[in-house]
C-alpha cells in the first residue's frame, strides 16, 4: 500500500498550506454541524456511512490498488514479468475490491482463502483506521467551532432552532426509506406528526 507524498518547495509554502487546510476543515465542520443532528457529540449510522465512503474514496487516491499475481495459492505483489505473462494468475486488490466483501464473505476467506484474507485484512483495517482518524479530526474541529468563545462555554442551541433541524433531516431520511420500499417510513404521516408536535408545542 504505497502512500503518495506532497512535496512542499519551502516552509513558506509548507505555512500557507498548512493554513488552506486548516480553513478548509473548518469549514467543512461547521457544514458537519448544519447537517448532521446532534454533532459532534452524535451521528446518525447513515450520516457515518456517509462521511465514510468519502473517506474510503480519499485513502483510495492515495493508495491506489495494487496488483497481486497468485502463485501456488500465495498472492505476491506482481513484477513487470508477472504483469506481461498471460499464464500467471493476477488480481487487483485495493479499498474497492476490500470493501466489496460483505463483512460475511470476508470471515469465509479465513477459511477457504486464508492468502487472500491476510491482504484483505490489511487493506480494511488500514483503511478503518484513516478513517476513524479523518472523523476524530472533523469531530474536534466541530467541537472547536462550537466552543470557540473564549470561556470555552458551549454556545446553547435554541430548542426550536435544534429540533427543527431534526424534523428536517428525518424528513429526507423517511422519503429516502419510503422511496426503497420500507413500509414503515411514511412521508405523508411522519409530516402530520410533526405538524401536531409543533401544534401542541406552540398551544
Known sequence: MNDTVTVFSSLKD????????GDSLSE????????????????????RAELYAGYQMRYSERHPAET????DGNYVQATPEH????????????????????????GKLATTNPALHSIVKKWREATS??????????????SKLINKDKSGTRQTVDFVVSMTKM?????????????KGDTTAQAVKYKVAVDAFWKAYKA
Open 28 to 47: 467543512q465542520a461547521a457544514y458537519a454541524i448544519s447537517k448532521i443532528v446532534g454533532f459532534p457529540a452524535d451521528i446518525s449510522a447513515e450520516a
Open 129 to 142: 483506521d484513516y478513517c476513524s482518524n479523518r472523523l476524530g479530526d472533523l469531530k474536534r474541529a466541530a
Open 83 to 106: 504483469e506481461k505473462s498471460k499464464k500467471v494468475e493476477k488480481v487487483s486488490i485495493g479499498v474497492e475490491f476490500a470493501y466489496s466483501l460483505s463483512s460475511q464473505e470476508f
Open 167 to 179: 424534523f428536517d433531516a428525518q424528513a429526507k431520511s423517511v422519503k429516502v426509506k419510503e422511496s
Open 14 to 21: 509548507l505555512g500557507y498550506q498548512q493554513a488552506k487546510t
Open 68 to 71: 497481486y499475481a497468485v502463485i
